[in-house]
Every structure is written in C-alpha cells, then in structure tokens.
C-alpha cells in the first residue's frame, strides 16, 4: 500500500508565492519519478512539473521561470515551489509518483488527494 499526502495549498493574491509537499509513504522499493498535475474548473488535468529518479526535470510551459519543482534527499518527498503566481494557476493540484513498491518490473502510478491553490486578481 502506497500513500501520497499533499499539503501547502491555500489561498493567495497574484504575484505572492506558496510551497506544496507531497510525502510517499507505504511499501516502497523505488519512486522512479514524482511530479505535479494540476486540474482547474472544467479543464483537463495537465501536467506541471516531474522530476525523474536520475534528477531531470520537465515543466509546462506555462509555469516555466516561475515554479520550481524539487526532491529531498531521501527521494520520498517532492515539492513545487510557485513564485509569482497568477488567477490562471487557480487550480487543485495533484501529486503524482511512478512507483515499484517491490524488486522486479513492475511500476505503478500512484495519485495523491489534491490541494486546493487559489489565486486572487
């Protein structure tokens, strides 16, 4: 059994900043890769940001120069720092992990709950 836990939304005004974690816990042999999606009010989820287990990094147009996505050293928990945040990025966000819970082949994705981000114009 594999948990993603999100936490750090909120409420903020354009241009300000927040900081969302996503911590994976449970039976875990190795996280390939951990990123961000993001689903806003009748839209498609979309990806954000995704950094893979050998440290690449990928980020939506959208939000590139502004969001950072990172890692800890442990390799469980990811962040997405969102600077100069904008009324477009209002949106819940979904941590998102590639994971083998075992040695072996199989590889499987994993979702958190989601957080709540809204930007105020």
């Known amino acids: 059994q594999v948990q993603l836990v999100e936490s750090g939304g909120g409420l903020v005004q354009a241009g300000g900043s927040l900081r969302l974690s996503c911590v994976a816990s449970?039976?875990?042999?190795?996280?390939?890769?951990m990123g961000w999606y993001r689903q806003a009010p009748g839209k498609q989820r979309e990806l954000v940001a995704v950094e893979t287990i050998s440290g690449s990094t990928n980020y939506a147009d959208s939000v590139k120069g502004r969001f950072t996505i990172s890692r800890d050293n442990a390799g469980n928990t990811v962040y997405l720092q969102m600077n100069s945040l904008k009324p477009e990025d209002t949106a819940v966000y979904y941590c998102n992990a590639d994971i083998q819970p075992w040695r072996g082949p199989k590889v499987y994705d994993y979702w958190g709950q989601g957080t709540q981000v809204t930007v105020s114009s």
């Open positions: 449970g039976t875990i042999f190795s996280i390939n890769a």
